[in-house]
């Protein structure tokens, strides 16, 4: 089964247009002969830019963040009608800062999930645990919890849809990456419990990437593990060169 790799930038709470323009336009010419997919999920405020400067090109566009309603009374939300309104594709849903400080739970997860797989959206639903889990012992029942949580009700077909990140949270703008074995062990360990949930079939078409202080040094040894099939990138997706050199992880 080959996968395509999927590299996707996470900007966080960075750049402002002008920011988000002069990096887009440094980048465009430097990813363009890329082999995997590439993604880069920004600001609200910065996805028209970003959809408007990237038409036509091999980058596609993604959101932080989606609500679960289609609209109403939810003071702070983005719905999906206004995300597609203004070029978003990707999203990326219940990473770890949401969890930690905006109290995302695996229901809301889920909720974002459904919502943006029935409005079209490309979701890449973060997983991964905190330092005390993994200390504890207890890394593959929280990926079980939250990759289980986070698919409820969701269909074969549309799981073939959604894009996994396993985020350690301890990796995650520390600069310190889990090792390609201790990456590889978990992610092999979610891509079983995706196939207890949807079979064989479903589980090897799955993609699943690693995040955590993934970088140019680390993201070819990254790469070359089995079930490692992208990476979400933070901090190294705010520099253009560093971001192509994750994309040209082969090279
Ligand atoms: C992230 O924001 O998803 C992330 C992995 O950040 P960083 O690469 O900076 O650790």
């Not at 920011?19 to 920004?42: F, G, M, R, T, Y």
């Not at 038409?55 to 939810?74: M, Q, S």
């Not at 079209?120 to 005390?132: A, S």
């Not at 289980?148 to 969701?154: P, R, Y």
Request: charged residues 25%; contains cysteine; hydrophobic residues 40%.
């Amino acid at each position: 089964m080959t996968r395509k790799p999927i590299i996707a930038g996470n900007w966080k709470m960075n750049n402002t247009k002008a920011q988000a323009s002069e990096l887009i336009n440094e980048l465009k010419p430097l990813v363009k002969d890329a082999e995997c997919d590439v993604v880069i999920c920004v600001p609200y405020t910065v996805i028209e830019t970003a959809a408007k400067l990237t038409a036509g090109t091999n980058i596609k566009v993604g959101a932080e963040n989606i609500a679960w309603a289609d609209k109403g009374a939810f003071t702070g939300e983005v719905s999906a009608a206004m995300l597609k309104e203004v070029g978003a594709e990707y999203v990326v849903i219940g990473h770890s800062e949401r969890r930690q400080y905006f109290g995302e739970t695996d229901e809301t997860v889920n909720k974002r999930t459904v919502q943006a797989l029935k409005e079209g959206f490309k979701p890449i639903v973060c997983v991964g645990e905190t330092l005390d889990e993994r200390e504890s012992g207890e890394t593959e029942k929280v990926c079980k919890r939250q990759t289980e949580g986070a698919f409820a009700g969701i269909s074969a077909a549309d799981a073939e849809k959604t894009v996994v990140a396993y985020e350690p949270v301890w990796a995650i703008g520390t600069g310190k990456t889990a090792t390609s074995a201790q990456a590889q062990e978990t992610i092999s360990y979610i891509r079983g419990v995706l196939k207890s949930l949807y079979g064989a079939e479903t589980a090897e078409k799955i993609r699943i990437q690693y995040g955590g202080s993934m970088n140019p040094a680390n993201a070819k040894e990254l790469m070359a593990q089995p079930d490692i099939d992208g990476g979400l990138i933070g901090g190294a997706s705010l520099k253009a060169p560093d971001f192509s050199a994750v994309v040209h992880f082969d090279k």
